[in-house]
C-alpha cells in the first residue's frame, strides 16, 4: 500500500535521484555562468546511502527511480549503483537522463545491468550552435550515443529538448526529421527559470506554438494520459516516433505530479519550485532507525505545496540552480 500521499491527496511513485552536482557540460539554462560551489566528496551520498533511502522509499510505494546529476555518468562506477537499485523487489522501472558525452561506452552494460530507460538531453543538431548551449563542443559523441541507444532497445528511449526562443526554436522540425524513422519520443521543454540561467519571459516558447509549427508539416494524434503524466504525449501520424511537450511555464501539471527529488547532498525536494528542503545525510550518518526515515519521508511529503506560483514569480525564487537539483 504506498503511504506517500500529500496533503492534496496526490500519490508519489516516481523518485529522481541525483548522484553527483558535478557535469561535464557548462548548458547556459542549467549551470550559472560562475559555476556552483562544488560539494566535497564527504558532503555527497555514498552508493550504500542511496541504496537505503531508496529501499525505504520503494517499500512506501515508490516504483519508479531516475538517476540524474549534474551529469550521472561523471561518477565513478555508476553501474554499481545501477544493479544495486534493480534488484530493489517492487522497483518496476529503473531510468537515467544523461547529455550522453560519456554514454557509448556505457550503453552496452547498463542495458544488461537492467536498466530500462534512457533520456539523453539535447538542444541542438547543429554543431555550433550545441557549442554555444553547452559550451562545449561534444555533438558527434552524443549522436553516436543515441544510435548506439536505439540499437540497444531500451524500454524507453526519450530525447529532451529545451526550446529557447530566437535560440534553437528554429529547429524544432529538425528533430521532427531527426527521430521520425526511429522508435524514439522527442519531448520539448518549455524554457524554465532557476537561479542565475539568464531566464525571462520573452525567452519561453510555448507548448501551443511549438505544436503550430510541428502541424505545419506533421499530423500529432493525442496518446492516452495516464495517472502521473507531466508531458502532453502525442503519436506522430504515420511514423514510430512520439512527441511530447512539457508545459511547465503555460500549463503546469501540478495536480497530477508524482515525484519527489534526492538531491546528492542528501537533501530531499518535494517539487522542483519549492525551495524547502531536508537533508537526510547527517541523520543516516547518525545512526537513524529504517523507521525514523520513513518518517522523515512524509513530513517532506506532507508539506509539498499545491502547486507552483506562476512563472514570473518563479524567476524571483531563492531556488538552487538546475544542476544541483537534477531536472
Known amino acids: 500500500m504506498n503511504q506517500l500521499i500529500d496533503s492534496f491527496g496526490r ?5 529522481r535521484i541525483s548522484v553527483t ?9 542549467c549551470m550559472p555562468a560562475e559555476g556552483i560551489a562544488l560539494k566535497r566528496k564527504d558532503e555527497i551520498l555514498t ?15 515508490i516504483n519508479k ?29 529503473l531510468a537515467m537522463t544523461t547529455n550522453a558525452v560519456l554514454l557509448k561506452d556505457k550503453v552496452s552494460i547498463l542495458k544488461k545491468l537492467g536498466l530500462n530507460a534512457l533520456n539523453i538531453s539535447i538542444d541542438s543538431l547543429q554543431k555550433e550552435r550545441f557549442k554555444e548551449i553547452t559550451l562545449r563542443d561534444d555533438l558527434d559523441n552524443v549522436l553516436e ?28 522540425l529538425d528533430f521532427i526529421e531527426f527521430v521520425k524513422n526511429k522508435s524514439i519520443n522527442v519531448r520539448f521543454i518549455e524554457y524554465m527559470p532557476f537561479k542565475d540561467n539568464q531566464w525571462d519571459a520573452s525567452s519561453v516558447y510555448s507548448y501551443a506554438q ?3 509549427i510541428i502541424e505545419t508539416g506533421y499530423q500529432l494524434a493525442p496518446l492516452p494520459i495516464n495517472k502521473g ?12 516516433a512520439t512527441v511530447s511537450f512539457i508545459t511547465s511555464m503555460t500549463d503546469s501539471f501540478c495536480s497530477s505530479c508524482n515525484r519527489l527529488r534526492l538531491m546528492a547532498d542528501g537533501s530531499i525536494k518535494s517539487c522542483l519550485f519549492y525551495a524547502p528542503e531536508m537533508n537526510l545525510r547527517d541523520e543516516l550518518r547518525s545512526g537513524i532507525s529504517d523507521h525514523e526515515l520513513k518518517q ?13 506560483p506562476p512563472m514570473e514569480e518563479l524567476a524571483k525564487l531563492d531556488n538552487r540552480a538546475m544542476v544541483e537539483i537534477g531536472g
Open 145 to 172: 550515443a543515441i544510435d548506439m541507444a536505439v540499437k540497444a532497445n531500451f524500454d524507453s528511449l526519450k530525447l529532451n529538448v529545451v526550446i529557447i526562443a530566437h535560440k534553437n526554436d528554429n529547429e524544432i
Open 65 to 93: 527511480i531516475r538517476l540524474t546529476g549534474g551529469e550521472p555518468l561523471v561518477r565513478k562506477d555508476l553501474e554499481v549503483l545501477v544493479e544495486k537499485l534493480k534488484s530493489l523487489p517492487g522497483l518496476d522501472v
Open 229 to 240: 503524466d507531466v508531458a502532453k504525449d502525442f503519436q506522430l501520424v504515420n511514423y514510430p
Open 21 to 29: 552536482d558535478r557535469c561535464n557540460l557548462r548548458c547556459t539554462y
Open 296 to 308: 522523515l519521508f512524509l513530513s517532506v511529503v506532507k508539506q509539498k505545496p499545491e502547486a507552483h
Open 11 to 15: 500519490i508519489h511513485t516516481y523518485l
Open 210 to 212: 511549438m505544436k503550430k
Open 47 to 61: 552508493y550504500e546511502e542511496i541504496y537505503r533511502i531508496a529501499k525505504a522509499f520503494v517499500e512506501m510505494g
